[in-house]
Every structure is written in C-alpha cells, then in structure tokens.
C-alpha cells in the first residue's frame, strides 16, 4: 500500500475511542462499589455438566457467594444475588456478561435492590477480567486436579475452595493481601510453624503459633 493511503485510515483508526481505556478507568474509579458475577462449567466424570455461579467483590477479590447446578435458569440465578445481598447488602454496581442466564426476574431483582447492572460488550472476556481471572485458579489449582463425582461433590469442593480463597491466599492485584484478613493484625514472628492443608492437601497455609504445638492438646 501506499504512504498515503495508510496516512488516510490511519487517522481514522486513531480517532476512534478505545473501549479498554474507557474501561480500566471506570473500575479503577470504582472499583469500591463494584461486584462481578459469571458462570463457568465443570464435568462430572460422566461427562455432565454442572455450573458453577460465582459473585467477586472486586476491591478485596473476595468471593461473596457462589452455587453450584445442572440447570441454570433466570429464576435460579435470581435467587442466588437474593441470598448474596441479605438485610440490604449490595453494591452500587454489578457486572456481568449478556447471557441468557441472567433474565427478566434477575434485572428486576437488581432494580428493586438498588443496584445498576452493568452488562459487559459482546465478546469482551476482558470486561469481566476478575471473575475470568478466578474461574481459571479454580480450575487450574482445584478442578484439574479432581475427579467430581456429582453436584454435591462439585459443590464442597468450590466451598473448601473459596474458603482457601478468602482466608489464605495472597493476591498480587492486593499487594499480596488476603480478602479477609485486616492489614491491622499483628504478625507473630516467632514460635512453631502450623501447617493446614486444604483440599486434601493440594494446598496448604503455613503460620506461627504463639506457643510450642504440643501445648495446644490435652496432656502436651
């Protein structure tokens, strides 16, 4: 192609608005008064599939709620935001994708409550980053790694999780900060060290304890 004809579209190119940026800059200005949901889906060892709902508070990365079913329908993930926003808990935003999952009765339920749905663009994955970004540690560091056997399976194991989630894992996009553990907690640099293994063993958390562990049991 020509200079010039380059030099023509290129101005084009540069005049149009760039959604990324648009973006990032309204969860950065928001991000405190952000919640994000989304589905994925895991398999059975038969081959079922079984959904999994998660809802993120993306300040803290904390995860709020999650379920676990064969049949997503709008009434079911309806009842999941009710069960996540008891006595009037919510935040002012909520993200999510365009699936048909979230129906009428959820849009409805998230007006009532006060809260403005934000639906990500087509095919933009990246809006919802967050919620992406959990559902593949939940799959790299729990589900790969397991046979599940049904749903109730499925579902101890997104609960021990999550747990492990909120509780013990750092996160880099936290400067290495735990969900829900207060920055203002003192740490005990000295004592025994306690290991506590999650998931069968597949993760563990290590801490001090204040005293010899022998202490901690009858006759120690």
């Known amino acids: ?48 599939p079984i959904y999994i709902f998660v809802i993120m508070e993306l300040r803290k990365r904390r995860i709020i709620h999650i379920g676990v079913t064969e049949s997503p329908t709008d009434e079911w993930t309806t009842q999941q935001l009710r069960e996540a926003t008891p006595w009037g808990e919510h935040p002012k935003y909520l993200i999510h994708d365009r699936d048909n999952k979230f129906g009428p009765q959820f849009s409805a339920l998230s007006t009532r409550s006060g809260i403005e749905v934000i639906q990500t663009p087509f095919r933009t994955p990246q809006a ?20 599940v056997l049904h749903q109730i399976h499925l579902k101890r194991l997104v609960n021990e999780y999550c747990g492990y989630f909120n509780e013990e894992r750092p996160h880099q996009g936290i400067q290495q900060r735990i969900p829900n553990r207060s920055d203002s907690l003192p740490i005990n640099r000295s004592g025994d060290i306690r290991s506590v293994a999650f998931l069968g063993g597949l993760h563990h958390s290590y801490s001090r304890v204040s005293g010899p562990l022998q202490a901690n049991f009858p006759g120690g």
């Open 128 to 147: 919802n980053a967050f919620c992406e970004r959990f559902m593949g540690s939940l799959k790299r560091e729990c589900l790969d790694h397991t046979l």
């Open 1 to 48: 192609m020509s200079k010039r004809t380059i030099q023509k579209y290129i101005r084009l190119a540069r005049k149009t608005p760039s959604f990324t940026h648009n973006w990032a800059a309204f969860i950065k200005n928001h991000i405190g008064d952000i919640w994000a949901c989304d589905f994925t889906v895991a398999y059975d060892w038969l081959f079922h």
